[in-house]
């Protein structure tokens, strides 16, 4: 925290401006946190997005194609259809009633010869259209890449065929649908740009026939691709896997952003998809809700600090008023004419030397009472808490034959070996008269640690101590009450107290256990 000042009219005051810069930092490091993690997110996001945009362009488009080649075959089962014997005009109106219920651009039916029929019109040859070589050759269904067709010339649309075969195996024609182009285009914008995707359907010769990632129709799409960096694959690897209809997925720098690509081939056709997911895309749609939650941690920071700074001032108020209260407190004791109702017990108690003993280190009798309280109340239920009167026995005698100086050595030594049982023990120690001292251990497992520690503690105060020359002789009584559910820490002091006068009545030198 900032350096504290203390003002002319005597409050006091803190500066807050570390306070305010570690503030600042934290909301740095927190919207550095956040963005980090929106872009670890955002990573994780793309192949599950690409993924998933993949499927669904894929299943819908087979869908489509599949459902046109098997409407075909229902048809081409129709002897109304493969029979030859039935006028091809015949066959054309039937069909034209069908095309507007069926959703297809056109239904259309070619004989034997390759020539398509359409109501109206003069018969046209289609044998130079090369899946029609290859239907006829085969008697396989084909489905064509995106061509140009029409009156105009310039109407896109794929093609799916399938043979006419009568009932010897011979094959009397054939009925083909188009399919609508951009269908299939708004096929892949939806269900790739619904998943923050672009896709990309790639046909039997490797050229684009549809793109919502800005590629151009007709377009090689490898050379498009060699112009990214790609990782874990290579542009010839990537074409032998998609000419092989191995589906698979690349990570790749495309200009300039991260993009992870994953590619399948389309059912029951040659047309690849590929869908790609951009890093730049994802993170943008990401960016306002990490904003949000940086921008609510900054709130709750700003929060907190004012909070703080409110909660200091209440605590400096109190001390404002604490150390008004000691600069009269002082004041009453300088006074040249002192007044004759000064409390100096409370001078004392208000100074720290007035918290310990000066001579034995132990702490005085108040402060033994109240840190003795709160230990026993926050002490473990199951242990066994003891509290010990420790008297000396001989004291005076010292005084008389060793002097005052050697009753102090004595007194020391007690204090000496009493705090080491109280910090072993989790106890505290006080002296509570001028050779009397209280110990409270709360931390003896059962009842027979307590004899144990009382055995020994009674041969470390039965000890001659050395100093100056000689030899000082001390001896110790203790009473000990053990605290049982329901007792106060006065009661424990009553009951060592009697247990110390049954010790001092025969014998001295040793111990005794108060029975409740």
Known sequence: MGRDKKKAGGKWEISFSAIIRYNAVFCVVVLLCVMLGGTVHAI?????????????????????????????????????????????????KKLDRLSPYLGYMMICFVDADIMVYSDGEEPASLASREYMQQLFSTGQAQVTDSFAAGADGTTLNYTVAVPLIDG?????????????????????????????????????????????????????????????????????????????????????????????????RVEHTNWDILCTARFGTLFAHTLPALLVSACLTALAALALLLALRRYIGRQMAVVDTLVQSIGDLEKRIYLDGRPDDVDFNEVLRLTSDGLSDSLTGVVTRAV???????????????????????????????????????????????????????????????RYGGDEFLLLLTGLEDEAELNAVLEGLVLRLQADVASGGQSIPVQCSIGVSVYQPGMSLEQMISAADEALYYVKQNGKGYYHIHQN
């Not at 002097?403 to 106890?427: F, N, P, T, V």
Request: proline fraction near 2%; glycine fraction near 10%; aromatic fraction near 8%.
């Open 368 to 430: 033994f009472l109240n840190q003795a309280a709160a230990q026993l109340a926050k002490a473990d239920a199951g242990a066994v808490k003891a509290l010990f009167f420790v008297d000396m026995d001989n004291l005076k005698y010292i005084n008389d034959t060793c002097g005052h100086d050697g009753g102090d050595i004595a007194l020391k030594s007690i204090g000496y070996i009493l705090r080491e049982y109280e910090k072993k023990y989790d106890g505290v120690v006080g």
């Open 168 to 264: 010897q195996g011979g094959i009397t024609g054939c009925l083909f649908c188009a399919i609508y182009f951009d269908e299939v285009v708004d096929i892949l914008q939806t269900s790739a740009g619904a998943l923050d995707a672009d896709a990309t359907l790639v046909g039997s010769r490797g050229q684009v026939m549809s793109s919502s990632a800005g590629l151009s129709y007709g377009d090689a799409v490898m050379d498009a691709l060699r112009d990214d960096t790609l990782f874990g694959t290579t542009a010839d690897q990537l074409e032998e896997a998609l000419l092989a209809a191995q589906p698979g997925a690349y990570w790749s720098i495309r200009d300039g952003g991260l993009c992870y690509t994953a590619y399948q």
């Open 44 to 92: 994780q996001r793309m192949a599950s997005s690409a993924g998933a945009a993949l499927s669904g362009s894929q299943s819908q488009i087979s869908q489509k194609v599949t459902g046109a080649v098997n409407l075909l075959e229902s048809l081409a089962s129709l002897p109304e259809y493969y029979d030859p014997a039935i006028p091809p005009i015949d066959k054309v």
